[in-house]
């Protein structure tokens, strides 16, 4: 027999006192008209962060998912338990190949608004996620790429002019016009296919660290995507397979603060940061200033050591600011303040690169000067080579039949067919 206070309790009688169920939603710190202010973000000290045994148990470090991983300090100096130490080759190295994709992605725009090709995506104040990254990885270690990591092409000393082919979907894209441009496919220089589906890169990614291991092969694989994929389903099946599987693989997370048009928050930035998803998991987590190459660098080098003593995966986040639009497609002045990206607390990883290369004696200002003016110069002259095999607005640069083929290795008989009615119905139109 059913107690009829408990009924009454069903019906919702005894909560007439109880306030209203209300959602929240999340409002960014400063719309467009407003002042913005980053005081309220916690920069820990450059030497604060402690730096774990590479095969640690991910519980005996849950804090460093909360913390921030630095190097350089606000002088430019390198210091702490992260320093990597690295020979001024190298820091020239990471130097030149940030400063090479900056001068990459400007003309690229240009180029985008001339009407020369139909989209591009810069990565502006992002450099140092991605030539950090591919640097402290072994050249033939697998990355799985998003959508603003084309440093890690031109750290790999991927020819650019073949980058530009790819934007432009001329006669000398090696995809064929096939893929959106941006989207780059570089089997040689460990560069997976781009996708423009979010966060489909992640399981790929696992389940090829996975391919390796269960291979006994020595190579690990890499991904990125922005903090909203989070939000994706494939997100959290690759956690979960990375985790229980403790597959070989980095997985980076960008935190740039914004997606095209709304900020973080709405991925749960204002509940906790993105690098402790990696708790819940049982995973590595780190959280770095990713506008610190040499901290990048560092912490990419940690979870590549720990992968290869298989420790499992590592997850990273790279607390950055994505200082121009989501796209050419994007304008970010219609909802966030125009005064963030100068006002953005963690700076411009060029140059803090650069005065931390100053302080040590190895540049200058005029080598810097010298260096900007020749590198846009090598683009300039990699773009007019490129616009020779042709560019948006000039036509078809591959022949119609080249749409069925690459597919498989021996077309089957139906797509035969399709092809050659295709063909037919092209010439019937005095095409």
């Not at 996620?129 to 084309?150: E, K, N, T, W």
Request: some cysteine; proline content about 6%.
């Amino acid at each position: 027999m059913t107690d009829p206070h408990v009924s009454a309790g069903l019906q919702g009688e005894s909560g007439r006192n109880l306030p209203p169920l209300r959602l929240h939603v999340p409002e960014p710190p400063a719309r467009p008209g407003e002042s913005a202010d980053f005081t309220h973000f916690d920069i820990p000290a450059a030497d604060a962060a402690p730096r774990p045994d590479e095969t640690a148990q991910p519980a005996t470090m849950r804090d460093m998912a909360y913390g921030l991983v630095r190097v350089l300090d606000e002088d430019g100096a390198a210091v702490g338990q992260w320093n990597p130490n690295l020979p001024p080759e190298t820091l020239l190295r990471m130097l030149r190949a940030m400063a090479l994709t900056r001068a990459f992605d400007a003309r690229m725009f240009r180029a985008q608004r001339q009407g020369k090709t139909s989209f591009y995506m810069k990565s502006t104040g992002e450099e140092a996620v991605s030539i950090g990254a591919a640097l402290a990885l072994h050249r033939d270690d697998m990355c799985f790429p998003s959508y603003r990591q084309q440093g890690i092409l031109i750290a790999r000393d991927w020819p650019i002019i073949d980058m530009m082919n790819q934007i432009y979907s001329n006669k000398g894209d090696r995809l064929k016009g096939r893929q959106l441009p941006i989207m780059y496919s570089a089997r040689e220089a460990g560069f997976f296919s781009i996708s423009g589906n979010l966060t489909t890169q992640y399981p790929q990614a696992v389940g090829w660290a996975m391919a390796s291991a269960a291979r006994g092969d020595t190579r690990i694989a890499a991904t990125w995507c922005g903090e909203g994929s989070t939000a994706e389903g494939d997100f959290h099946s690759a956690c979960t397979f990375a985790s229980v599987y403790r597959a070989p693989v980095i997985m980076n997370i960008v935190n740039n603060q914004w997606a095209i048009s709304s900020f973080s928050g709405f991925a749960g930035a204002e509940a906790t940061t993105f690098a402790a998803r990696a708790v819940g998991y049982g995973i590595a987590g780190l959280r770095v200033d990713g506008n610190d190459v040499l901290a990048v660098y560092a912490a990419t080098r940690w979870a590549a050591d720990r992968a290869r003593a298989n420790a499992g995966p590592t997850l990273i986040e790279h607390f950055t600011y994505r200082v121009e639009g989501h796209s050419t497609s994007d304008d970010p002045t219609a909802y966030r303040s125009a005064e963030e990206s100068s006002l953005w607390p963690l700076g411009d990883p060029i140059a803090r690169l650069k005065q931390h290369c100053i302080g040590l004696g190895i540049w200058d200002e005029d080598r810097h000067a010298a260096m900007d003016k020749e590198l846009a110069e090598t683009v300039r002259d990699a773009a007019r080579e490129a616009e020779k095999n042709g560019i948006l607005g000039h036509g078809l640069h591959h022949p119609m039949e080249s749409m069925f083929e690459d597919v498989f290795e021996e077309m089957p008989w139906h797509l035969k067919e399709q092809q050659q009615q295709m063909l037919d119905e092209w010439k019937a139109a005095g095409l």
